[in-house]
């Protein structure tokens, strides 16, 4: 990368309201970059989608694939839409294979409500909810989707498939970031599973425990079943500290996690392999609201904070870790002072309004 001068974004706004908050992320990216001299992003607009399999007959070209693979980094809107579907009843949802192309094994989830906000539950150390959801996002029950068997129209079988390399991946990953998570007390990473029925989740815990020896000093490790996992997500969440688990499972969790932070447009996420990252709001194309400016691009926006934290962690950048942190900064004062509320949240403000209230938060850059 020359010096840093320029980072290289893909940028897949996909569909629906994917394409509303993308354009709200990139307009408050380049006022960043205004603001600060020293980042630079150029963006590149890539096709891909629901949208674009129903015109051409592809949702993920190669050709996206491939200048995907040589950016920095990776921004995705949403992507599927219900009435465009493959021939066997599945929608057409590329982001799976965009996670499983670039070996993007760990879902990062951050469950953390913004302080200005009422908290969802009514408990008072619901203000201390403030954990991470670790998705393997390669295998488990969705990887194998496109081998789902029929058997004339009375049986269908899909696959759970849970292999040792990708359990030690995602487990490692969960251990390596907890144990940067606190400086006062020692972190804990919980094991979701259903260990107790399926064999392939069994061999999960089996493979998480072995990687929960190797991080012994640094970081503590339980275990939960996924029905109890649910369960405590709304009597405890304040308990957890950073959870890995099955694809499916992530998938199922997260949405109950960003209804923890008050609403699905809250919530970011960020893909994350060894070579490539991709990040993006946890909520789909929303083909209800699309259209109608009602789309909160929190969440969208969120994802461009953990984008500049990866990238500021793999490069040692300080623009960019300065960015990750102003950008926070400005959604959490926004929402403190009163001067934001999203459509989703009961407020009026539209996708572009919130995204003007967080560019008058950011004011001028100060140089640290
Ligand atoms: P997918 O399966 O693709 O993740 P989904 O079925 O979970 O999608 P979404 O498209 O995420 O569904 O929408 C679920 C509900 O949440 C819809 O009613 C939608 O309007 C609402 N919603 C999702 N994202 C937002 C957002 N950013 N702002 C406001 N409302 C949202």
């Known amino acids: 990368m020359p010096g840093l001068s320029s980072l290289h974004i893909a940028v897949f ?38 949208d674009l399999y129903s015109r051409t007959g592809t949702a993920l070209p190669d050709s996206a694939l491939d200048r995907a693979a040589r950016a920095d980094a990776i921004l995705f809107g949403a992507m599927g839409l219900p009435h465009i579907r493959y021939a066997d009843g599945r929608e057409v949802a590329p982001q799976l294979d965009l996670r499983e192309a670039f070996n993007l094994y760990a879902g990062v989830r951050p469950v953390r409500p913004i302080p200005g906000l009422k908290p969802v539950l009514a408990d008072e150390r619901a203000a201390r909810i403030d954990f991470v959801l670790v998705r393997e996002s390669t295998e488990g029950l969705f990887a194998r989707r496109q081998d789902g068997r029929m058997e004339g129209d009375r049986t269908a079988t899909d696959v759970l498939e849970v292999t040792r390399g990708a359990v030690e991946k995602v487990s490692d990953f969960a251990f390596r970031l907890a144990a940067g998570r606190h400086s006062d007390r020692r972190a804990t990473v919980t094991c979701v599973d259903k260990a107790n029925v399926l064999s392939s989740l069994a061999f999960f815990r089996k493979v998480f425990d072995e990687v929960a020896k190797r991080h012994s000093n640094a970081a503590d490790a339980n275990h939960m079943y996924v029905d109890a996992a649910a369960l405590n997500f709304v009597r405890r969440p304040w308990d957890f500290d950073v959870i890995v688990t099955e694809n499916m499972f992530g998938d199922i969790l997260s949405d109950l996690g960003a209804a923890l932070l008050g609403g699905l447009g809250l919530a970011p996420s960020g893909d994350i392999g060894d070579d490539h990252a991709v990040f993006q709001p946890c909520h789909g194309s929303a083909p209800d609201i699309m259209g109608t400016g009602k789309a909160n691009p929190i969440g969208m926006l969120l994802s461009a904070a953990m984008m500049f934290d990866w990238l500021a962690g793999r490069h040692g950048h300080d623009p960019c870790r300065e960015a990750a942190a102003d950008l926070r900064g400005a959604i959490d004062r926004a929402f403190e002072i009163g001067a934001v509320l999203p459509i989703e949240l009961g407020g009026t403000d539209t996708a572009s309004d919130v995204t003007n209230a967080i560019i008058a938060e950011l004011g001028p850059k100060r140089l640290r």
């Not at 354009?23 to 006022?31: D, F, H, Q, T």
């Open 13 to 50: 706004p996909g569909d629906g309201i994917g394409v509303e908050v993308m354009s709200e992320c990139i307009r408050l990216l380049n006022v960043l970059c205004e603001r600060d001299r020293r980042l630079s992003l150029v963006f590149e607009h890539l096709e891909a989608g629901a």
